[in-house]
């Protein structure tokens, strides 16, 4: 059972335009989601974060759309740069019951961002 | 700081035969997680650890697979008898009340 879903493996993007990442979660006690980046060979580094509390978190060129009505959650890049090519992947727990930090994670979405 | 340290990068082995998976978390940090990489399903929590005790061992997959934390700097994943379809790549992550930390991982062959 996939409870956080990356339904789109891979994403190609021209430099400079928007990049956007998105995510399926199904379980309703999800209450923090984070976005990791990895890079081949490499492990996931956290890249950004929300809370359910809100619906919008900004980091310079990385935004974080959360719509917990729909269980959706979107990581938008702008704007892209070739650096920017890895694999992204989602991930989401319940802080209250899970203060150890265990985390699940979606399938994970390769970006490739074209100069 | 080292960050998440994890022995080896790769291993080949062949089917049947005994393989441990070694992790050196950040220091300081008190909770461990072991983690694999596949095509189909992205990263799967297989076990975590709290303060070296195992809390969730849910995720792993058969009696074959198996994980220790006999102290706060090290924690081994061994797999026994391997199959091919172990063939993945296993992280270990660290945390303190942070976001995970990973290692770089383990590229385990299985042939």
Redesign the interface.
């Known amino acids: 059972d996939q409870q956080v879903k990356q339904n789109s493996p891979s994403l190609s993007v021209q430099e400079g335009r928007i990049s956007i990442l998105n995510c399926d979660y199904t379980n309703s006690m999800f209450d923090y989601f984070l976005w990791y980046k990895k890079y081949p060979a490499e492990g996931p580094t956290f890249l950004i974060s929300i809370s359910s509390i809100k619906d919008k978190n900004e980091d310079g060129r990385f935004t974080v759309f959360l719509n917990k009505s729909a269980k959706h959650l979107s990581l938008h890049i702008v704007p892209s740069q070739p650096g920017d090519s890895a694999v992204y992947f989602c991930a989401a727990n319940n802080q209250y019951y899970n203060q150890g930090g265990k985390l699940i994670f979606g399938q994970g979405t390769e970006l490739s961002v074209k100069p | 700081d080292a960050g998440?340290i994890q022995s080896p990068r790769h291993e080949v082995t062949e089917m049947g035969q005994e393989v441990t998976l070694r992790c050196k978390p950040i220091s300081g940090h008190?909770?461990l997680?072991w983690?694999r990489q596949t095509?189909?399903?992205?990263?799967?929590?297989l076990i975590?650890f709290?303060n070296n005790v195992p809390?969730?061992d849910s995720g792993m997959p058969e009696d074959r697979f198996s994980a220790k934390m006999p102290n706060a700097s090290f924690s081994t994943l061994k797999i026994q008898p391997s199959e091919p379809r172990d063939s993945a790549v296993y992280?270990c992550?660290s945390?303190l009340?942070?976001?995970?930390?990973?290692?770089?991982?383990t590229r385990l062959t299985v042939t």
Request: charged share 10%.
């Open positions: 998440v008190n909770s997680f983690y095509m189909m399903r992205g990263l799967e929590l975590y709290n809390i969730d992280f992550a945390s009340a942070s976001p995970l930390h990973f290692g770089n991982g």
